[in-house]
């Protein structure tokens, strides 16, 4: 199809910044002629007469097309990127206020047919074949609205954090000894030194907290882990925050506040969102209980899954869990020896920890705890947790430059947005996923 032939004459010095969005258009500007621009979702052509539904970032606009113009139109595959000029009418439309009759349509970019998926969502694909082509699956807006409302919630999430006292930070991600300990280190050679990806923040956030006393960072991790499962990534996004001076008590008070505030404000203020995720308002919380890992252990025997005390939770015994709690609550006072070296134990019960998980049913969304403050007991947590001190020296002399006692915590975001979006597989709240079987696009 010949482009010339679509261009009116004075669309051809159109400006594009121009154009109105179409969620902006109302019955005020009836009779004005706007320039309007988006993919074309659908065309339904009656032969005289034609309509056609455009999508830009705020949402559709109808279209009304005939005579030349419309014959042209035919030509156009779906999803093409079109400019229309027209003027703004009433329409008997149940689902539009207006409507443009169409004067004259430029076609920017033309899409190819068919394309490898349906971007509207009325032919499903496999999430495979989804992820494949993820620029494209994104302008379905039910998709679209995840990646949105997760802009969102990062930026409550900052909100929140800064009101009390939070510094954010940026610690690197190229680190030369493992922060978490455990095999799940992707490990590269760095200028003809071994490096590997950086775990979490752990060991850089505990440092800070020497001069700065409060700091959280938000930033994507690594683990090298080989599982196939709809809850882990090789790349995920953790919040991490770390406050000197606070008990794991406290910490779980913070949890709790910030998670109650942001599904509240999203329910109260983003009903529209929501309700693409959520009938109504299903996740109601006020306060998040804590449950002792002994006490969830005497459930468990309740439901006859046997678990010995220093047994970590099995997927199995966490799903029997999620069956009595199925909302948010903590798991507190793990065995010391299922939680990581930088743990602190009970004074009088050392083989108990002053930490805690946040749970989600059976999903576990956070992990956390208060910290080892004294440099001799660290370094023996180390050696008994089979790590060299050697290896975490430049960690260990800064705590003896005053080191605070401190606590704090890692929270899964891709995890916490599975729940605000009600979706089940990690997959479809990370744009561009990493797992061990995908590396591209
Ligand atoms: O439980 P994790 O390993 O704890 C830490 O990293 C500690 N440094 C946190 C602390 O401050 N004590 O990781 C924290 C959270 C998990 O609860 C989980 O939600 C998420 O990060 N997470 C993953 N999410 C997706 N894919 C993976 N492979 C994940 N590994 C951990
Ligand atoms: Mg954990």
């Known amino acids: 199809m010949s482009l010339k032939f679509l261009e009116s004459e004075n669309m051809q010095n159109e400006n594009i910044m121009n154009r109105t969005f179409a969620s902006f258009v109302n019955k005020e500007n009836i009779g004005q002629n706007l320039t309007l621009i988006g993919w074309l979702e659908d065309f339904r052509d009656m032969g005289k007469i034609g309509f056609i539904t455009l999508r830009d970032m705020t949402g559709n606009f109808q279209g009304v097309l005939a005579g030349e113009i419309l014959s042209n139109f035919r030509e156009i595959p779906r999803q093409s990127v079109i400019m229309v000029i027209g003027s703004i009418q009433d329409t008997r439309a149940a689902s539009f206020q207006t409507e443009v009759k169409v004067q004259s349509v ?50 409550l999430i900052r909100n929140f954090l800064c009101s009390r006292m939070f510094v954010e930070v940026n610690t690197p991600k190229i680190i030369g000894s493992a922060t978490e300990g455990g095999a799940d280190l992707f490990g590269f050679e760095y200028f003809s030194k071994k490096a590997y990806l950086a775990q979490s923040p752990q060991l850089y956030k505990e440092q800070l907290t020497l001069a700065l006393e409060r700091v959280f960072e938000i930033s994507s991790y690594f683990r090298a882990e080989p599982s196939h499962t709809v809850r882990h990534l090789s790349e995920f996004v953790s919040v991490d925050l770390e406050a000197a001076f606070l008990d794991y008590g406290e910490i779980m008070d913070i949890v709790q506040d910030l998670v109650i505030s942001i599904i509240n404000d999203l329910f109260a203020h983003r009903e529209k969102d929501m309700a693409l995720f959520y009938n109504k308002q299903e996740i109601k919380i006020d306060r998040i209980p804590r449950i002792s890992y002994e006490k969830c252990l005497e459930d468990l025997k309740g ?26 609550y903590f798991i507190v006072d793990w065995p010391t020896k299922l939680k ?20 989600y049913g059976n999903l576990e969304i956070v992990s956390g705890g208060t910290r080892e403050h004294d440099v001799q007991r660290l370094r023996n947590k180390l050696v008994e947790k089979g790590l060299d001190p050697k290896s975490f020296s430049d960690h260990l002399q ?44």
């Open 340 to 359: 990581p070296f930088y743990i602190l134990e009970h004074e009088k019960k050392s083989e108990l920890s002053r930490s805690f998980d946040l749970q």
């Open 398 to 441: 800064t705590f003896e430059w005053g080191m605070p006692p401190h606590s704090g915590f890692g929270l899964g975001f891709d995890r916490f947005m599975m729940i605000i979006t009600n979706s089940t597989n990690i997959r479809e709240v990370v744009l561009y996923p990493r797992d061990t079987d995908r590396l591209t696009p």
């Open 303 to 328: 439901l006859s899954e046997k678990l010995e005390f220093g047994d970590d939770l099995s997927d199995p015994a966490l799903k029997k869990l999620g069956e009595i709690y199925p909302s948010f």
């Open 106 to 155: 430029k076609l920017l970019s033309r899409a190819v047919n068919p394309l490898p998926i349906d971007p509207t969502g009325r032919v499903k694909s496999s999430m495979d074949k989804r992820l494949d082509s993820r620029a494209l699956d994104l302008r379905d807006h039910h998709i679209s609205s995840i990646f949105k409302i997760r802009s969102l919630v990062l930026n």
